[in-house]
């Protein structure tokens, strides 16, 4: 008798080996997932190259930027940081010693600008109290350490956590934001209310065998495919050329080229999908 399509006792089901059980079928669908992941990171560095993401002259300029661009775009917090350059505040020093008053004034532009004048007020009292105000000594400190006294404090969530750590600090965390939750939902990956370090975890993961490559071999300059996909890169900046290990520097390129589909093509509204450059990886049925 032939029994090769029966179930097993098992919960699985059949294939050319046998059966799988759910344990089995979950890894399969996570292996597939990581592999989607590494595809859109060649498609897209092939398309756009480098990003050049973070744009910063400092590292404290990251920290400031990261809790400025909390529910804001990218070009008011642009004007707030030209306003506390200009103002020569842009500096733990500087921070230190504005008062809340001119502080919140010049930091209007990114909005909320009373809750996050507090805020950077709170990390320079944290970092002065537990690190002697130095970032050197803080950013020393172990990765899930410095993570979880970056959570621990008011107005920091893991957003903006991550990117103090990736992109001040060179830790290697991937940085998970809106744009990311919203591809990964279009292409059937994960749903866009899957827990944060679910979908961290999942791009650490499907990223970290590509930092071997990019540690022996330069990065490229950018080489626009024939299509002519617009990017979101940035010039070159002090932060964004700085020396880092292999597998920070690819959870950095990988989240500056989501950050370049999600503001070009996949939009919250009048997605672009026909004109994005992981058009193709599209389900069947958009």
């Avoid at 400025?68 to 500096?91: C, D, P």
């Avoid at 809750?115 to 002065?128: N, P």
């Avoid at 961290?200 to 490559?213: D, G, V, Y």
Wanted: proline share 5%; hydrophobic share 40%; net charge positive.
């Amino acid at each position: 008798m032939h029994f090769g399509n029966r179930r097993s006792s098992r919960s699985g089901f059949a294939c050319g080996r046998g059966t799988l059980n759910s344990e089995e079928r979950l890894t399969l669908r996570v292996d597939a997932r990581k592999q989607q992941i590494r595809t859109f990171y060649h498609t897209l560095f092939h398309a756009w190259g480098p990003q050049h993401w973070w744009p910063a002259q400092s590292r404290f300029e990251v920290i400031v930027g990261a809790y400025l661009t909390q529910n804001t775009a990218w070009t008011n917090v642009e004007k707030a940081l030209a306003n506390l350059r200009s103002a020569h505040l842009l500096s733990v020093k500087g921070i230190r010693r504005a008062s809340l008053a001119d502080l919140e004034r010049l930091i209007r532009p990114a909005g909320y600008f009373r809750q996050k004048a507090k805020r950077l007020k709170i990390f320079v009292e944290f970092l002065d109290q537990q690190y002697q105000g130095s970032l050197t000594k803080l950013f020393a400190r172990s990765t899930p350490e410095l993570r979880e006294e970056l959570l621990n404090l008011h107005g920091i969530g893991p957003e903006t956590a991550d990117s103090i750590l990736l992109y001040a600090g060179n830790h290697p965390v991937f940085v998970v934001d809106a744009y990311t939750r919203r591809i990964l939902a279009r292409h059937e990956i994960l749903a866009e209310e899957a827990p944060y370090d679910e979908i961290r975890e999942l791009f650490e993961r499907a990223l970290a065998p590509i930092a071997n490559s990019v540690a022996q071999s330069p990065c490229p300059a950018n080489q626009p495919l024939a299509a002519g996909f617009q990017a979101a890169s940035h010039a070159p900046s002090k932060m964004s050329t700085v020396k880092r290990t292999a597998l920070a520097q690819v959870y950095n390129e990988m989240h500056g080229l989501i950050v370049g589909v999600g503001k070009s093509y996949c939009r919250k509204s009048q997605a672009r999908c026909d004109e994005c450059p992981l058009q193709k990886f599209l389900p069947r049925s958009k």
